[in-house]
C-alpha cells in the first residue's frame, strides 16, 4: 500500500531564516506530488505540483519555491521566511492511472514563524 | 475557473441521525471531479468519496454518499448514523480535465460536531 510521509511535524522559525520541508512517498512510481498551504480556518491553496523528477509548476507567485530531487521526493523551501509564511503545509500525491486522479495527503507540516 | 462553495460553517448532529453537508460547484468544463476530505483536528486530509461528472449512480462509500445532482451543480456529502469520531471539518473539492490541470479546488469547509 502507499504511504507519504511529510517532516518536520511541526516547526517554528524566525523571519528571515531559511526553509526546507520534505515529503516522501511510498509504495508507488511516478507520482504527481502536490504542496498546499492551509491558513488557520481557511481551505487549501494549491502552492506547486510536480509530474515527474525536476518538473514543478507554480500556482501561487511568493517566496517560496520547490523541487523534486527524485521520483517520490518532494521539497518546499524558501531562503527568508516572512511572518505570512505561517500556515499548516500538506503534501499530496496522485496517480494519473486512477480513474478520479484521487489526491492523498500526508500528515502535514505546522509551521510559525515568528 | 473553478469555484467550490460551502454555505454551512458549522453543523450539529446528534449520534446515529444522518447529516447532509452542502457543496454547490461552478464550472465550465463538461469533465470534472468532485471529492469530499475530511480533517480531523490532527490535521491530516482524509479522502472520503468520489463523484465523476459522468457517473450516472450517486457514490456511496459505507456511512458516506454523495447526492450528486448535476443540473444543480450540487454535490451535498451526507452521513448516516453519525459517530462521535465523525467530528470533524469536511472539505469539498473539485478537479476539472478540460483545462484545470493538476488543480484541486477547495470549498471553505463546514464544521461538524457530533453530539450525545
Known amino acids: 500500500s502507499q504511504t507519504i510521509h511529510q517532516w518536520p511535524a511541526t516547526l517554528v522559525q524566525p523571519v528571515g531564516s531559511p526553509l526546507s520541508l520534505e515529503c516522501t512517498v511510498e509504495?508507488?512510481?511516478?507520482?504527481?506530488l502536490y504542496w498546499y498551504r492551509q491558513a488557520a480556518g481557511r481551505g487549501l491553496q494549491l502552492l506547486f505540483y510536480?509530474?515527474?523528477?525536476?518538473?514543478i509548476s507554480s500556482e501561487v507567485p511568493q517566496n517560496l519555491s520547490a523541487s523534486r530531487p527524485q521520483d517520490r521526493q518532494f521539497i518546499l523551501s524558501s531562503k527568508k521566511l516572512l511572518l505570512s509564511d505561517s500556515g499548516f503545509y500538506l503534501c499530496?500525491?496522485?496517480?494519473?492511472?486512477?480513474?478520479?486522479?484521487?489526491?492523498?495527503f500526508g500528515p502535514g507540516t505546522r509551521l510559525t514563524v515568528l | 475557473a473553478q469555484k467550490i462553495t460551502q454555505t454551512q460553517p458549522g453543523m450539529f448532529v446528534q449520534e446515529k441521525e444522518a447529516v447532509t453537508l452542502d457543496c454547490t460547484y461552478d464550472t465550465s468544463d463538461q469533465s470534472y471531479g468532485l471529492f469530499w476530505y475530511k480533517q480531523p483536528s490532527s490535521g491530516e486530509m482524509i479522502f472520503l468519496i468520489y463523484q465523476g461528472s459522468y457517473d450516472e449512480q450517486n457514490a456511496t462509500e459505507g456511512r458516506y454518499s454523495l447526492n450528486f445532482q448535476k443540473a444543480r451543480k450540487s454535490a451535498n456529502l451526507v452521513i448516516s448514523a453519525s459517530q462521535l469520531g465523525d467530528s470533524a471539518m469536511y472539505f469539498c473539492a473539485m478537479r476539472a480535465w478540460g483545462g484545470g490541470g493538476n488543480k484541486l479546488t477547495f470549498g471553505t469547509g463546514t464544521q461538524l460536531k457530533v453530539e450525545l
Open positions: 499530496a500525491w496522485s496517480n494519473e492511472g486512477q480513474k478520479s486522479d484521487t489526491q492523498y
Open positions: 510536480s509530474v515527474g523528477i525536476g518538473q
Open positions: 509504495g508507488t512510481s511516478n507520482p504527481n
